[in-house]
């Protein structure tokens, strides 16, 4: 893991790789590695996952889940960047889960942080709402990786949470989970001191009406990691029997732990609602990360 506080001191780093995965670019952090990712790779591929028909927008071609892998197999490369800044976590899930399998491939994964979210105009001073989606397509299945949570076999769900604390209400209510089986993954440290309040205090009353405080975790924000070694240690505690469900409704860091975690782990779950995530949702640019991973 590599951090950098600016896109300029990872330009002065001279990486190149032969392809980059990349989404649509809706604020200025995106633009920002977005461009990094054009200007230092031989070619561009560009994912949208559609949760209405359940298919992939793959440089204007639909392809089918299962098909992504013979897609990708008909590209020549050894190298490759994942753009986590813009591409959402159904792409990356499908992502990881193909190349996965392509053990001698470098991989390499780009996040860039916010400066600062935009909070809702209608607040008074020192509110904690953020406009950060237009509106939420609901819980539902991404071929090849999710399928339905059978209630009536052990269950443990772990819920990454970040500033919108509804979401983890709505997929308690929606999918009859109990709160026995569930752990929670807050970001301490944060990207910034004091984000973390407005994440506990966006959840604090959902996990108390629901009585979820004794099974609450801690990684940092921008750690994916630590979410992969936690995720590890809860598999190796589990029931034989039980199913592990992974929901990652938080940080983007925690979401691709949680997301190599089941692309190494092809037995986990994946709990996601599908967000249409509003424009221009952060200003300016943080830190820069770059993941180097291996399978």
């Keep these: 893991m590599f951090k950098f506080n600016s896109i300029e001191e990872l330009i002065d780093e001279n990486r190149r790789w032969d392809i980059t995965f990349c989404g649509k670019a809706i604020d200025d952090r995106g633009n920002i590695s977005y461009n990094y990712a054009e200007s230092n790779s031989s070619s561009l591929v560009a994912m949208a996952y559609n949760a209405d028909d359940m298919r992939l927008d793959v440089n204007g071609d639909t392809v089918e889940c299962y098909g992504l892998s013979d897609?990708?197999?008909?590209?020549?490369?050894?190298?490759?960047?994942?753009?986590?800044?813009?591409?959402?976590?159904?792409?990356?899930?499908?992502?990881?889960?193909?190349?996965?399998?392509?053990?001698?491939?470098?991989?390499?994964?780009?996040?860039?942080?916010?400066?600062?979210?935009?909070?809702?105009?209608?607040?008074?001073?020192?509110?904690?709402?953020?406009?950060?989606?237009?509106?939420?397509?609901?819980?539902?299945?991404?071929?090849?990786?999710?399928?339905r949570l059978d209630l009536e076999e052990p269950n443990d769900v772990v819920f990454f949470l970040g500033f919108e604390g509804h979401r983890l209400q709505t997929a308690l209510e929606e999918l009859n989970i109990a709160s026995s089986d569930c752990s929670l993954f807050f970001g301490v440290p944060p990207y910034k001191p004091g984000w973390e309040i407005d994440a506990f205090e966006n959840n604090i009353k959902y996990v108390n009406d629901n009585d979820l405080d004794g099974r609450v975790y801690f990684c940092g924000a921008d750690n994916p990691a630590a979410v992969f070694y936690e995720l590890d240690q809860l598999r190796r505690s589990m029931q034989d029997e039980s199913q592990l469900t992974v929901a990652p409704i938080g940080s983007k860091?925690?979401?691709?732990?949680?997301?190599?975690?089941?692309?190494?782990?092809?037995?986990?779950?994946?709990?996601?609602?599908?967000?249409?995530?509003?424009?221009?949702?952060?200003?300016?640019?943080?830190?820069v990360h770059i993941y180097d991973v291996v399978f």
């Design 71 to 147: 897609y990708i197999n008909q590209v020549s490369f050894d190298s490759v960047l994942i753009d986590a800044t813009t591409l959402g976590v159904p792409e990356l899930a499908l992502l990881l889960r193909v190349l996965s399998t392509l053990k001698k491939k470098k991989i390499s994964i780009i996040y860039t942080e916010p400066k600062d979210y935009r909070k809702k105009e209608s607040q008074v001073f020192g509110g904690r709402v953020f406009n950060l989606t237009d509106k939420f397509k609901g819980f539902s299945g991404i071929p090849t990786i999710s399928k």
């Design 253 to 287: 860091p925690h979401s691709l732990g949680a997301l190599l975690f089941t692309a190494v782990f092809k037995d986990t779950n994946l709990l996601y609602d599908h967000p249409i995530k509003s424009h221009g949702r952060s200003q300016s640019v943080g830190a």
